[in-house]
C-alpha cells in the first residue's frame, strides 16, 4: 500500500491538508513515512482512524447537513456584504477592499452552489436567516472597527473550516456532493488563512500565523475561543506527531499546525448563534 500517493490523492480533493508551507508539510510527510515502518495490516486502520478524525464521525441526511452548511455560508455572505456596504469608512481602499470583495463573491458563489445541490437532491434550501453582527453586543464596533471586522471575519472562517470537517464523513457515500464540499472546504481555508495575514500586515508586532497554532485566538482573545478550543491536538489515530518517525524537528507548536480538528454541528451551532436575531 502507498501510504504517500492515497496521502496526495487526497490532496487533489483536498488541498488544505498538504499546503500549508515546510512545518505543516513535513509533519504530514512524516506520517506518511511512519506509515512503511508499521505493520502492513495496521496502516488502512490508522489512516481510517486520522480520516474519521480529520473528517467527523458517523451519518446522517446529506440535505440536513448541506442546509446545515448553507445557513454558515449566509452568515459568512451577509457579513462581508454588510461591511462592503461601509466602504472605505470601514475597509481601506485598494487591495484591502479588493481581497474582501473577491472573499464575498465567493461566498455568495457558495450560498448558491449549495442552494443547486440541495434542489438537484430534491430537498429545499432553508432560507436566510436575519443575523446580529455584533453578537448581541458583543464585537458592538465590527462596522466601524475594521481591527473588530478583521477579528470577527477570521473567527468565521476558521471556524467554517473546523465545521466543513465536522461534515465531511456525512457526505462520503455521495461522490459528487462530497467533492463540491472539499472544493468549498478548501476555498475557505485560503480566506481564513488571507484574513490571517491581513491582520498581521495591519499589525505586524502581532504573534499570527496564517493558520491555528495550538488553540490559539490569533490574540482577539476570550470572546472567541470557542472557535479554537480543541486544536492543540498533536495525537492523530493514536499516533504521536511530535518527534513522528524520529524526526526531531516537528515540535508541539508544529504538530498541532498540521491538522485543523474537526467541529461537531452541536459546537458550531453554540459558537454562532449569537450572530443570529
Known amino acids: 500500500m502507498n501510504i504517500q500517493k492515497i496521502i496526495t490523492d487526497l490532496e487533489t480533493k483536498d488541498p488544505e491538508v498538504y499546503q500549508r508551507l515546510d512545518s505543516r508539510r513535513e509533519a504530514m510527510k512524516s506520517f506518511a513515512s511512519f506509515g512503511s515502518k508499521i505493520a502492513l495490516a495496521a496502516v488502512p486502520i490508522a489512516l481510517g482512524s486520522m480520516f474519521k478524525k480529520a473528517y467527523g464521525q458517523s451519518t446522517t441526511d446529506v440535505v440536513e447537513v448541506l442546509n446545515s452548511a448553507l445557513t454558515l455560508e449566509y452568515l459568512e455572505a451577509a ?17 484591502a477592499t479588493s481581497a474582501i470583495t473577491t472573499i464575498k463573491n465567493h461566498e455568495r458563489a457558495h450560498v ?18 436575519i443575523f446580529d453582527f455584533t453578537a448581541k453586543g458583543t464585537f458592538i464596533d465590527v462596522f466601524t472597527n475594521y481591527q473588530t471586522f478583521l477579528a470577527v ?65 490569533g490574540g482577539i482573545g476570550s470572546a472567541v475561543q470557542a472557535s479554537y478550543n480543541g486544536e492543540s491536538l498533536t495525537v492523530q489515530a493514536g499516533i504521536k506527531i511530535v518527534g513522528i518517525g524520529g524526526n526531531i524537528n516537528i515540535t508541539n507548536v508544529q504538530a498541532s499546525e498540521a491538522f485543523d480538528e474537526p467541529l461537531t454541528k452541536a459546537q458550531v451551532l453554540a459558537i454562532v448563534n449569537p450572530f443570529f436575531k
Open 79 to 95: 457579513f462581508y456584504d454588510q461591511a462592503l456596504l461601509k466602504g472605505v469608512a470601514l475597509i481601506p481602499s485598494g487591495a
Open 112 to 129: 448558491n452552489t449549495l442552494k443547486a445541490i440541495i434542489n438537484s437532491l430534491n430537498g429545499t434550501p432553508v432560507a436566510e436567516p
Open 153 to 217: 471575519a477570521q473567527t468565521f472562517e476558521d471556524t467554517r473550516v473546523r465545521a466543513y470537517k465536522g461534515q465531511i464523513v456525512f457526505l462520503i457515500n455521495n461522490s459528487s456532493v462530497l467533492t463540491a464540499a472539499l472544493q468549498i472546504h478548501s476555498v475557505e481555508a485560503r480566506h481564513a488563512s488571507h484574513i490571517r495575514q491581513m491582520r498581521k500586515a495591519l499589525n505586524p508586532s502581532m504573534v499570527i500565523k496564517p493558520w491555528i497554532t495550538l488553540d490559539q485566538t
